[in-house]
């Protein structure tokens, strides 16, 4: 089975720190994902990679960078967290092709609350 | 600008009767649809897709119908069960021809399921 391991259930930062958010996946997947999940919004895409090194602007950037320096990790960073990063962040990787894109395999997610 | 939509926040049903999640979406240019389901604590699983070129998929009890025209797809739960308590979303993907595997996700939908 497909993992995907998201480094902390639960996370308490303060406004202005700068936080790290870690995702790793033992599938050897090409594509990796960053998305927030806030009540009446759904799922919105902050960032993706399909390649080490290499990423892509999702629809709500602003606020994020990331980091891929390995196949298997993806890393996402709130620079200078702010009180309207507070939400449930879910890392996913799939495997490069299209006719996979149902295989998309969700961490379990992350409940960041910046204060 | 939400391009997959997902207008009921909430459903309620009784077990053993159907269950009818909605999802209209605005790029003409989507050509493949997929329905993730989300327990608490979990990340989101997929359930059951369909491309541009069908109007209908099946896969044991879920059924989910694409009207192009309409720009609408539904889920279809028969019968439901108390398991099938979730949240669901809708997604939606442009790139189907491609590697990236970019999807865009609804607001969700929230389903009970009554005893």
């Known amino acids: 089975d497909v993992k995907v391991t998201q480094s902390s259930r639960y996370l308490v930062k303060r406004t202005g720190e700068k936080v790290f958010l870690e995702c790793v996946q033992d599938?050897?997947?090409?594509?990796m994902f960053w998305y927030r999940q806030d009540p009446g919004l759904g799922l919105r895409l902050i960032y993706f990679s399909y390649d080490v090194k290499m990423k892509e602007k999702g629809d709500i950037p602003e606020g994020y960078s990331v980091s891929r320096e390995k196949k298997e990790r993806f890393s996402l960073i709130l620079e200078s967290a702010s009180t309207n990063q507070t939400s449930m962040y879910l890392c996913?990787?799939?495997?490069?092709?299209?006719?996979?894109?149902?295989?998309?395999?969700f961490g379990s997610g992350t409940q960041l609350s910046v204060l | 600008d939400q391009q997959v939509k997902q207008n009921s926040p909430s459903l309620s049903v009784q077990e053993g009767r159907i269950s009818i999640l909605n999802c209209d979406y605005t790029n003409s240019m989507f050509d493949y649809f997929l329905w993730y389901k989300k327990y608490p604590a979990e990340g989101p699983t997929f359930l059951i897709s369909i491309s541009s070129i069908k109007d209908k998929n099946e896969d044991g009890r879920f059924t989910v119908f694409l009207n192009k025209s309409a720009k609408h797809l539904s889920l279809h739960i028969v019968p439901s069960q108390p398991g099938d308590s979730a949240v669901y979303f809708c997604?939606?993907?442009?790139?189907?021809?491609?590697?990236?595997?970019?999807?865009?996700f609804g607001q969700g939908t929230t389903l009970q399921v009554k005893p």
């Open positions: 997604a939606a993907s442009s790139e189907f021809s491609s590697n990236t595997g970019k999807l865009i």
């Open positions: 996913a990787s799939s495997l490069a092709g299209a006719v996979l894109l149902e295989k998309l395999f």
């Open positions: 599938m050897d997947h090409e594509n």
